[in-house]
């Protein structure tokens, strides 16, 4: 079982001042909780392309999971979340090598 994604950040914040706002910010989407849940399992770089399967099933309802989706998500990932948590210094993202450092 996974910690709450409330932990996670704390986590993953250690060392940066995030406020509380912020916080609530990263914490309000529900791909952003799974992506840093997803992410907290692994201990190397990642790229949104390794991580997009498992969020995408991770947030499926029905367990049904096809290409469309899967790339749905990669392009989310890519995009919108994986910048916001690099712009709040909970990771980093480079959007030219695709790399995600933890």
Known sequence: ?????????N????GTELTE????EVL????RRITLQVL???STTATPRD?????ASRKSESG???SEIISS??????????PKLDVCDIIEYNPNSRRIEI
């Open 1 to 9: 079982m996974n910690p709450p994604a409330t932990e996670l950040l």
């Open 11 to 14: 986590e993953f914040v250690e």
């Open 21 to 24: 706002s912020k916080r609530h």
């Open 28 to 31: 309000a989407n529900e791909e």
């Open 40 to 42: 907290a399992d692994r």
């Open 51 to 55: 991580i997009a399967p498992e969020v």
């Open 64 to 66: 049904t999971l096809d």
């Open 73 to 82: 998500v990669e392009v989310a990932l890519h995009h919108i979340h994986l």
